[in-house]
Each structure stands twice: as structure tokens, then as C-alpha cells.
């Protein structure tokens, strides 16, 4: 590869949740390396690029059935992935390259069948705030985020939990999000890879195929250390 390409995919429908900061983070991270990189804002009037590395955001449920369509008929995405390509999908990201989520009014819909995930509407409380997960991953560890969504999802076999869940709801069953392959799907805003400078460089090193020279992030570390302080404080206080 000569120069490394990531694309934010559709800005414009999966911008909610600020989670383009994961496109910007994983860029100035490459950037930062001196690996040769591209940063692309795939919005949904033109064609998707064959990448990478593609990142999908969290967004409303109307615009999620909408780039659900987009995405299944050009057909780029799940191509690209079949080539190597590395994903990281947030929340309602997460919910389309599942195998199904509801939309607004409930009615299933077909995500891309990307990992093997189904989304139904939570019964209980929409789950928000902040979430607390042991990554699987190796060398991840601890994640932070926040989450906030309507939807629970349950794995099929063929895909793994990205962790377990210490505090928040994730998935719903005590896990959250969905790893199959280098597709990596979670309900973790943040933006996740701001919060969790480790999980950036895994999905850097799996993109490029080479392990990365260290870098000087000690302020980023810093933001990993207070948020996870931040929660699991919190739950500390809770319980005293
Ligand atoms: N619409 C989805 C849900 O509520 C996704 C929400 C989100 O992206 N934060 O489950």
C-alpha cells in the first residue's frame, strides 16, 4: 500500500454522535508516524470509495435505514471487506452491518450482514451514559465511552464480543459490540478511539499489515485514565 485510506462513511446521515472523530483520529495517528495517509468524507451523494479503512457513526433511526439502502445497493463496503478491508462501526454503524435492526417504527430491517448481529428494540430503558468495557482484543484492555441507543444486540456464533461490559448496558447481556474477522462493531461514542488511543493503533496495525513505531501520546493516555477514573469511581461511590 503507498498511501493508507480511510474513509468516514456518510457523514452527512451518520454524524450524530461526533463519531467522525474516529476518522480524524486514526489519520493524525498515521499522519503523526509519517505513514503516507488519506483521509476521505464519504457523504451519501457520491459513490463510496473502495479504502482501507472504513468508519460508520452513530445516527438517528431514519437516516440509519437510509444509509443501510445506500450501502447495501452500491455494494462497495461489503466488497471491500471481503478484500481486507478494516471497519469500525458505532452504534447505529454497528446496527447496519449487522444482520438486522428495527427501524423507527419497530419494522426489521436488513443490515449488511457484515457481522452476525441482530438489533432488537430495547424493552426497558433507552440505555445512555457513560460505559466501562474489558476489551478481548489483544493488547486493547480497558474501553470507555458513552452510549446511547434504543436498540440491543445478540451475537450469532460467528462472531465474538468485542468485551465485556463493567459498566453500562452494551449489547444487553452483560457483553458489548461484535468482532468477526477485521470488522469491529460497538456501541462506545466518545469518539471511541479519542477515549482508547489502543484500539486505534490495533485497527492502524491491521490496516497497513505492520506494527507501528511508538508515539508520544501521553495527553490522549491521560484522557483514557480520567474517563475510566471518571466511571469506575463513580460505581465505587455508588456502592459505598
Ligand atoms: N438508532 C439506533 C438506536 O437507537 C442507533 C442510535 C445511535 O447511533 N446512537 O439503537
Known sequence: MTVLRIAVVYPDLLGTYGDGGNGLVLFRRAERRGIAVELIQATSDAALPAVDLYTLGGGEDGPQVLATERLGEAGTLAEAVANGAVVLA??????????RFPAA???????????????????GRRPV????VES????????TGFEN??????????ASPLGRVCIGIGNGDGTDGACSGRVVGTYLHGPVLARN????????????GRALAPLDDHRELDLHRERLEASLGRRGRRRG
Open 90 to 99: 458505532v452504534c447505529a454503524g454497528y446496527q447496519i452491518v449487522g444482520a
Open 105 to 123: 417504527d419497530g419494522a426489521p430491517v436488513d443490515g449488511l450482514g457484515l457481522l452476525d448481529a441482530i438489533t432488537e428494540k430495547s424493552q
Open 129 to 132: 451514559g457513560e460505559i466501562v
Open 136 to 143: 478481548e482484543l489483544e493488547g486493547v484492555g480497558m474501553l
Open 149 to 158: 441507543h434504543g436498540g440491543l444486540t445478540t451475537l450469532g456464533p460467528s
Open 197 to 208: 488511543p489502543a484500539l486505534a493503533d490495533l485497527l492502524l496495525s491491521w490496516a497497513t
